[in-house]
Structure formats: structure tokens, C-alpha cells
């Protein structure tokens, strides 16, 4: 079940709407920072939190990408490989991960601290390659730029 | 008027409705997966596209209203390439194994892909897997065959309202699915596999087992498990039923069906049916020939009417039995037998408050059709959960809820959970208390109509209870419920949903005149669920003590002269023996023998071990069953009977349609009608028919209210209350009796037993239903959070539970829904019923059972 601040947070969401249906998102969110991804048993912490058949939670949680159904690490590294940064070495950069840190596409660390998404542009082909860490927005990547932010979190 | 030309044929209509249904009245088909006419429109399969002229693109004609002046085609080169062209698409990742696909030959894919020609796909990539999946015991699911048309999703969410399935994931890899990914959690309505176009939801029972093609009859029947008659069509082969199918078009439901009748109907072919009459020799019921069987019944009957009279001699009929049975039995216990002892189950639920509601309000205040909830603005559902009671009739109020009504849901029902506007739970069994403050603030807002002076004078001299009590016996808060209250009295179109446990308490009598005071200050229409597919045929029939065929009063001697004379036989003139005063009167030694028909009291009856010991110390218990009962197991005789798919007859539904039974199988055996005739000829007497159809000839002219109806005119739809016949006249009554003083619980708190009736039970005949107990395994005591933690036991640990009377072993169930100081308990399974544990307390007014106030103790086991 979930902590009492997170279902005082989600009663809080679902006061602003008058159906809840539409507190449905942002209670995912609440559930996957919670859980860490989205376990059968937090989708059913949110379907009992806001009275929503579990069904429905489990068929919009899957159709968006942002909610996680398997084990993440604690960070995520979500990395663009499209033209702009794949020009600029992003894939050496994907290289460079699984070697260092044994980290592949999709996969996560052995030690549970990151896991990596390989995803579409995010907007910062001016400093292409860019990668996002949780929610920080980081450009200009080399190797030695990466490692350092790494260990930043552990 | 609005013109429209399709296919060059010039169509007029009323008012707009689709393209798609325009086509369809006047016969033209229109090839669709989406669209189904029990649901909400969707246009996402593109298969109904048309040329609409003028409009630039083809249209889907299942979402395109028609306006005046349309020239629509719905074939031309451009339709078929267009249709071709998304047959391609949806025949990318399907499998193409319609040779042991079970809906070849009634596929709406197949059919399509034959007619427009897209088998051989361009696509060279491969299609994507997705095992079958085999972990529901009921339902398969084959996603590589699914074409994501969302039929069974919307029937789910936006009829059934249970929500269990939806879309999960996206692009290519979307398929349904319930929320475990395997094992549904859900009704079990199967009304997803009604609606399923192609071979992706199947039934399990009859997999593999069948070709639509090979089905040798199909027989069109009504189902024989609750009050409501859903219609369905039989499907026959080889004197077994292959499966059911619901028809949007056929019957009161509309093709909507529930866990009992889409998969319970296998125990009607179960093995532990009785073939032969068993007799008792020694102590153990053997085998033996019809006409031994008839002779001892028979003679045994004379020699105790011959030494102690008539009234030594009771019947009990059933709601499980057709009109023509219960018909046939009272006039066999009356003529025959020379008596009036005749009643049956349909008293604990049914009978008394039906008949207090009509002498009050007027005849035919129950009749209301089960189509009309949804257009109520307002619901009071109060007495059981409409949802597990009578299922097709708890989606009607769940659909009433969508279109905007208020929803007052007083008292546990789950099933109503998310549709309801208002949830007013409270102490168990104080519901008198809450609908006396409810009635005596009513009156108070409420205008009378003047109707029934007598009747609203003791509704205006009533007191009820003050708002202080309210808040203290059924711990409710005030002033919610006073908001409550005032919105329920704005309301204009009601409808009160009640269930047979408002009859089942110490305070029934105030119950249904409280209740009625709603009815009538409200103006609302009554639906009175009842659990069983005949309780109304059991009254109209005359199987009441007191109560003659068609509702006529036995006291007044003009009605039963006249019965008396086209019988040709005498009916006594006093009034019997109710069910209640049976078994005391075997009990005291006054009742020498009893004859049971279709009926189990041993189990459906409070305190068993004393109603046991009183059928046992009658001197004859003859028992006509299609199982060998509990009841049965202690009969002197015990006479099969026929099922319900069986024979030919009737049953009256809970909105008093009369509906036909049809036959579908073969048996050998007689019906229970045809039983009782011949035993009322060894007797001497002359009750003989020759078929279900002479005896509805005989009720119609006995009868005043069936007066003239035929079987022809069922099928034409004459079939709702009054038919053709006269609804007794009587002025309407103060509906005087005298009221109980609301039960209040005293001393601490304490935790009381609550019977369950679930969805997927019905006692007897649900048991030998495999498939029922697939999904519902076995007995269990379900409590909430809150009890389990005081009571210190945990989900699934096995308990003794514990009453005054007796006491079972049971494993616990948390569901936190439940309400506090509750314990449910089921009455399905053998040597697991909760009736037996409640005390024998009968209203001595209204001869009803009260099972309320039953206190229940959770004890732990020790173990080494």
C-alpha cells in the first residue's frame, strides 16, 4: 500500500477533477516515484485509491511509455540516438555504457543503480549528444563527461 | 420525414438514426466487426465504409447519421478495394487457423475475408505470437485472433459496468486482457464472448466440442435461475446442450446474460441427477419401479387422510417449477389430498411483502418492466444487491446510473460500487430505524396524493425515529443524511429496488410498511427481486394457504364455489398450514405427512437441525426432486422429476411476464405435473392431463386472471401483467398490522451474520454446476479488514464459526469492502450452509423467518 503522504497527495489530485478518471495519470506518476515501476500491487494501490476498475488502470498505464512495468534501477538514464546526436557519437556513447557499466538498451545495471532507455529526440540537438538522468538535462556528452556525472548518482 | 436512397432504394424515416441501421431495417447488410447493436458507437474497424455522394471520402455508415436527400451506396469497386484493403491489414499477425478454430463457420472475419478476398497478405515480415491463454477455468483467450475491434471491452465497461477487461498495451502488441493477465477477477457474465466476431474469447465448456454447422436444434428458451426469465437460444446436439446464445433480439434481456445462465445450465446433465423413485426400506433409500413408487404414495396418502383428515397433510411447492406444476400441485393438495396446507420457500422472500404492497397501493404494484429502471431518474436499492440477486436486473440500474439517475444504494452492495450516487451503509440490521426517520421526514416534505386516506393518515400518524436515534443505532452521520433525503424527495420518476432481506427481519412488518410509505410518497415504481424463476408463478397459481389460482382470497366463499365447480372437487374452507406452521405442526406430531415438490427446507430453512428432526418425526415425507437433497436423503419416497430444459410450461419473472419453457432434451422420467396426476389416479381422483398445454386451458378458465390466455398468445406477446384477465378488486387497504418496535443492538459490540447471495450461487442447483464452482470454490466466511484484525485471524486461515445453533469450519476471506461487525456467509454448499446456523424466530403475523440479529463467533483453531 501506499505511504499516507502519497494518498493524502493523490486525494489532493483527485479533488481538482470531477471525475476520477482524470486523476488517473498523475496518480501513476505518484505510484511508479512510489514503487519505483509500476508492480501489479501499485496499479492496485491506485485503482483502490481512486475507486477505477484495475483493468483500466493496467490498460492506460501500458499504453504510455513514461510508466515502467518491469524492475528500474534508481536512476534513469534516458539517452537520444537520433540524427543530430548519432552524428555526433551517440552510439559510441551506447557503446561505451554497456562496456563500462554493463548497461544495454532496456536493461538495468546489475546493481540495481541505473537502468537505460533509449529514446527519441528530447530537444537539444544544439548540444547534441544529450541525455536526461531522472530529470536532469545533460549536453556536449563525451565518456569522460558521462562518467563524471554518473558518479554523481549513486 | 427525412428520404434517403440507398443502393438506389428509396428509404423513409421517422427520425435519424444510421446509415448502418437504416441499411439493416431494409435488409441490406452492411459487413462490420465494431459495431454491435448493444453498444456504443465506435467507427474504428473501418469495415462499414460506404460512398455517401457528395461527401469526398468513404464514410463508416456505423457512426454517419442520415440526413434528408442522402444517396448512399454501400457496394461499388472503390467500397470493396477499400474493405479488402483493411481485411489485408487485419489479417497481418492472425494466425489463419480456422480448421480447429471454434467459430469457423460463424466468423465475422472468415465470412468477410470469403466475400471480399484478402487471404494471401503482401506482407513478408512475420507475424507476431501470443500463446493462447488456458488459466481461466471458463474463458480462453486468443489475442493472435483478435482484430482489437473493442466489442468486449465496451460491453464490459459500458454495459456490464465491471470493467475487468480493457486494451492493454499498444500498436501491434495490444490485446485484451484482465488485469492478472490470465485468471479473471470479474462476473462471469460471458457477455464478452457474446459479442466477440471472431475466435479470440471462447467458452471453454464447449471447446473443440462442436461446428456451428452440425448444431440439430436450436431451441429457443428462458433461462431458470432468477427472478428476471432472461431469454436465450439452446443449442442442441446429439440430446445434449452445446452451449448457449443469447440473442440482442430475442427476450427481455437483450441478449445480456450472467455468470449463472451463460455456463450454469451443465448441471441439468450432471450425473448425480436421480433416474429412478427411491423408496425407503430399512434405513436406506433403494431403487424401485415407478409403479411401486406411485402405489405407496398413494396408498400411504389415503390411509393418513382416511385417519387423520386433510389437514394432517401438507404440500410445498416451488419456485423452481413451472406454472403448470405448481397449478397441478395445489389443485392435487386441495382436491386430493383435502387441504389447505400448501405453501412454499417464496414466503421468506416474495409472497408477504407483495401482497402487503398490493393491498395497500393496488394489484399489479410490482408489475413494472425491468426496461423501464433506466429511464428512472432515481433508484432506491435497498434489502440485497440487485447485482448478485438478479443480475440482468442489476445492469439495468447500473445503465440507469450512466444516463445521469441517482443511485441510493442503502446497505452492502458491492456490485453497485461504482455506480451509485449515494452509499448508505449502517449498523447491522437497523435499517428499520433509518427507514422510519426516512418515512416521518418524507411526510414532512412530501405532499400526499389523497389516493389512500387510510393508509396516509398512518403514515401521518407514524413516528419515527429522531435524527439522535439515526445517529446513534445505525451510526450514520445526520446531516449527510438529511441532504440525502432532500434530494431523494425532488426526484420525480423512482424506482425501489427491494430485496427479500428487508423480509427476513424481526422487523418486517415494520419494514414493508415503511417501505410501502416510500413507495407511495414517492410515487415509485416497485421491482421486488426474487431469487428464484417462479416465485410470482407460485402466488398467481394459488400455492399459498390462504389463496386460490389467480390471487382470489380462499375466505370468500363465491371464488372457491366456483373453483369448487369446475373442479368437480372440494376444496376445504378453512386456510392451511404456511411453510413455518408445517414444520412446527411436524414437530408437534399435528402434521402426519408432507409432501415436497422441486424444494430443500432441510437447507433454505433457518436452524436445520430442528427443521430435521421435525421432518423426520413425520410418519410420511414424499420428495419430488431432480437431486437427491438433503431433504431427499431423509424421504420416505423420493420421485425424479424433469429439469427445466425438460419439459414444456411456464414461469411468471419478477415483472409478472409469463414466459414459455420449451423443450430441448430428452429424459426419461415425467414431469412434476404428470407425477402428481398419476398418483391423484391411484387415488381415485381425476387430475389427468395429457400436456403442459391442457393445463394452461384449465388455468385459463380457473384462473380469473389468466382468464383466456394461451400459449399462442405468449408467443404473440401478450405476456405482461393483467394479460387478458381481471386482477382481483378489492379497496385499498390501511395496511394495518401491527408494528415491532425497531430492533436495536444492545449490550457491545458484536459481529452478526450476514448471508451472502452471490452471483454465481443459487443453492441446490448451482452445486452440481461445475462450472459455477470453478469460479466460486468453495465455501468461505468473508470479513473486512477491521474484523479480522480484532478477531486476530488472517485471510485464508481456517476457523470455527460459531452461533448459538451450530457451527462450521470455514477458511477466512478479507475483503474490505464488507461492512463492519459482519460476517458473510454463503448458502450453497454441501454441509457448509449458513442458514443452519440461525435460530428458528418466526413473525408471528406474516409466518416470515427472521434471520436477522444472528450473532457469530470467530474462533481460532489450535493446532499441535
Not at chain 2, 170 to 186: A, D, H, L, Q
Not at chain 2, 212 to 229: D, L, S
Not at chain 2, 660 to 683: A, V
Request: with cysteine; net charge neutral.
Amino acid at each position: 500500500m501506499f505511504s499516507k503522504s502519497a494518498i493524502k497527495e493523490i486525494e489532493e489530485i483527485r479533488a481538482k477533477y470531477p471525475d476520477s478518471r482524470s486523476a488517473l495519470l498523475p496518480a501513476l506518476y505518484i505510484a511508479q516515484r512510489e514503487y519505483g515501476w509500476l508492480t501489479p500491487e501499485a496499479m492496485e494501490s491506485v485503482a483502490s485509491a481512486l475507486n477505477i476498475p484495475s483493468a483500466i488502470v493496467k490498460g492506460v498505464s501500458t499504453f504510455y511509455a513514461m510508466f515502467k512495468h518491469k524492475q528500474m534501477g534508481r536512476h534513469l538514464i534516458q539517452l537520444c540516438t537520433n540524427i543530430s546526436c548519432m552524428i555526433l557519437g551517440a552510439e559510441t556513447l551506447v557503446d561505451f555504457l554497456k562496456n563500462k557499466y554493463g548497461l544495454e538498451e532496456g536493461g538495468i545495471t546489475p546493481n540495481g543503480r541505473f537502468s537505460l532507455v533509449i529514446m527519441e529526440c528530447i530537444g537539444g540537438c544544439d548540444v547534441a549528444p544529450v541525455m536526461l538522468v531522472d530529470n536532469d538535462f545533460y549536453g556536449n556528452l563525451t565518456e569522460e563527461k558521462i562518467e563524471n556525472i554518473l558518479g554523481r548518482y549513486q | 420525414m427525412i428520404t434517403v436512397t440507398i443502393n438506389g432504394k428509396e428509404v423513409r424515416l421517422e427520425k435519424p438514426i444510421t446509415i448502418f441501421e437504416a441499411a439493416e431495417m431494409h435488409g441490406i447488410k452492411i459487413p462490420h466487426f465494431c459495431y454491435h447493436p448493444l453498444l456504443e458507437k465506435w467507427g474504428g474497424c473501418r469495415m462499414c465504409l460506404v460512398e455517401v455522394e457528395k461527401m469526398p471520402k468513404l464514410q463508416t455508415s456505423c457512426t454517419l447519421y442520415v440526413t434528408d436527400g442522402m444517396v448512399v451506396k454501400t457496394e461499388s469497386e472503390e467500397i470493396s478495394k477499400a474493405r479488402k484493403a483493411m481485411l489485408e491489414f487485419l489479417l497481418i499477425n492472425h494466425p489463419l487457423d480456422c480448421p480447429f478454430c471454434d467459430k469457423a463457420g460463424e466468423c465475422d472475419l472468415q465470412n468477410s475475408t470469403t466475400l471480399y478476398g484478402a487471404s494471401a497478405g503482401r506482407f513478408e515480415e512475420g507475424k507476431r505470437r501470443h500463446p493462447e491463454n488456458i488459466n481461466d477455468p471458463l474463458i480462453v483467450r486468443n489475442m493472435e485472433r483478435c482484430i482489437s475491434c473493442t466489442r468486449c471491452v465496451r460491453m464490459c465497461d459500458g454495459v456490464q459496468g465491471a470493467s475487468a477487461i480493457s486494451m492493454v498495451n499498444r500498436s501491434n502488441k495490444t490485446f485484451v486482457e484482465p488485469f492478472s493477465g490470465g485468471r479473471y477477477n470479474c462476473e462471469y457474465c460471458g457477455n464478452c464472448l457474446t459479442v466477440c466476431p471472431v475466435g479470440a474469447i471462447m467458452s471453454r465448456l464447449h471447446r473443440h466440442a462442436y461446428r456451428p454447422w452440425q448444431m440439430e436444434e436450436e431451441v429457443k428458451t428462458v433461462c431458470a435461475y432468477c427472478g428476471v426469465g432472461c431469454s436465450f437460444v439452446l443449442q442442441v446436439r446429439e440430446n445434449n446442450i452445446v452451449r448457449i446464445m443469447p440473442k440482442p433480439e430475442v427476450g427481455i434481456n437483450k441478449g445480456i446474460l450472467c455468470a449463472k445462465g451463460y455456463f450454469g445450465y451443465g448441471y441439468i446433465q450432471s450425473s448425480k441427477r436421480l433416474t429412478s423413485p427411491l423408496i425407503k426400506r430399512g434405513w436406506k433409500l433403494e431403487p424401485t419401479t415407478w409403479d411401486e413408487a406411485l402405489t405407496i404414495v398413494a396408498n400411504r396418502l389415503t390411509e393418513i387422510k382416511k385417519k387423520f383428515g386433510g389437514e394432517s397433510i401438507g404440500g410445498i411447492a416451488s419456485a423452481r417449477c413451472t406454472n403448470e406444476d405448481n397449478y397441478v400441485f395445489q389443485k392435487f393438495v386441495r382436491a386430493c389430498l383435502g387441504s389447505n396446507n400448501i405453501d412454499s420457500i417464496v414466503r421468506t422472500g416474495f409472497a408477504v411483502a407483495q401482497r402487503y404492497i398490493e393491498d395497500v397501493i393496488g394489484q399489479g404494484a410490482t408489475a413494472n418492466i425491468i426496461s423501464g429502471i433506466p429511464h428512472s431518474e432515481g433508484i432506491i436499492v435497498i434489502g440485497g444487491d440487485p447485482t448478485h440477486i438478479n443480475p440482468v436486473l442489476g445492469v439495468q440500474v447500473r445503465e440507469a446510473f450512466r444516463r445521469g439517475a441517482k443511485v441510493f444504494a442503502i446497505g452492502y452492495n458491492p456490485g453497485l460500487e461504482r455506480h451509485r450516487t449515494h452509499n448508505i451503509s449502517y449498523y447491522p440490521f437497523t435499517e428499520s430505524t433509518l427507514l422510519s426517520y426516512l418515512v416521518s421526514k418524507l411526510a414532512t416534505i412530501k405532499e400526499l396524493s389523497g389516493e389512500n386516506k387510510s393508509f396516509e393518515s398512518k403514515i401521518n400518524n407514524f413516528k419515527g425515529a429522531t435524527l439522535k436515534d439515526v445517529e446513534k443505532v445505525c451510526r450514520i452521520n445526520g446531516s449527510d443524511l438529511n441532504r440525502i433525503i432532500k434530494e431523494l424527495s425532488s426526484i420525480s420518476s423512482v424506482s425501489l429496488i427491494i430485496g427479500p432481506d428487508i423480509v427476513q427481519r424481526t422487523d418486517v412488518r415494520t419494514n414493508l410498511f415503511l417501505l410501502t410509505a416510500i413507495a407511495y410518497m414517492l410515487n415509485a415504481r416497485i421491482y421486488l427481486l426474487a431469487e428464484k424463476p417462479n416465485e410470482q408463478g407460485v402466488i398467481d397459481m394459488g400455492c399459498l394457504p390462504d389463496t386460490l389460482p389467480g390471487g382470489r382470497p380462499l375466505d370468500i366463499e363465491s371464488f372457491r364455489k366456483r373453483d369448487e365447480e369446475l373442479w368437480g372437487y372440494e376444496i376445504p374452507p378453512k386456510p392451511g398450514l404456511t411453510v413455518f406452521e408445517m414444520i412446527e405442526g411436524a414437530n408437534s406430531g399435528s402434521l402426519k405427512a408432507l409432501y415436497i415438490m422441486g424444494g430443500n427446507p432441510l437447507y433454505n430453512l433457518p436452524d436445520n437441525a430442528f427443521v430435521k428432526s421435525s421432518i423426520q418425526n413425520l410418519e410420511f415425507l414424499v420428495v419430488q426432486d431432480i437431486f437427491l437433497s438433503e431433504t431427499a436423503e431423509i424421504a420416505d419416497v423420493v420421485l425424479p422429476s424433469l429439469g427445466w430444459v425438460e419439459k414444456e410450461g411456464t414461469y411468471t419473472n419478477l415483472e409478472r411476464r409469463i414466459q414459455r419453457l420449451r423443450k430441448s432434451l430428452d429424459r426419461q422420467g415425467m414431469e412434476d405435473w404428470r407425477i402428481l396426476s398419476e398418483i391423484g389416479k391411484k387415488m381415485g381422483f381425476k387430475i389427468q392431463y395429457d400436456s403442459s398445454l391442457d393445463i394452461m386451458k384449465e388455468i385459463s378458465t380457473v384462473s380469473p386472471l389468466h382468464s383466456g390466455l394461451t400459449y399462442d398468445d405468449l408467443d404473440k406477446g401478450l405476456d405482461v401483467w393483467p394479460y387478458k384477465g381481471t386482477p382481483l378488486r378489492h379497496k385499498l387497504g390501511a395496511g394495518d398490522w401491527p408494528l415491532t418496535k425497531s430492533w436495536s443492538p444492545s449490550g457491545k459490540e458484536k459481529l452478526y451474520l450476514t448471508i451472502e447471495k452471490h452471483m454465481f450461487l443459487s443453492g441446490t442447483m448451482s452445486r452440481y454446476s461445475t462450472a459455477l464452482n470453478s469460479i466460486y470454490q468453495e465455501p468461505c466466511a468473508k470479513i473486512n479488514n477491521d474484523v479480522a484484525e480484532r478477531s486476530g485471524v488472517k485471510d485464508g486461515e481456517m476457523v470455527t464459526i460459531k452461533t448459538e445453533k451450530a457451527q462450521i469450519i470455514l477458511p477466512i476471506k478479507i475483503d474490505r469492502n464488507i461492512p463492519d461487525f459482519t460476517v458473510l456467509l454463503t448458502n450453497n454448499f454441501i454441509e457448509k450452509g449458513a442458514m443452519g446456523l440461525i435460530p428458528y424466530k418466526i413473525d408471528p403475523i406474516t409466518k416470515t423467518p427472521a434471520i436477522d440479529g444472528c450473532e457469530i463467533k470467530i474462533l481460532k483453531r489450535e493446532y499441535e
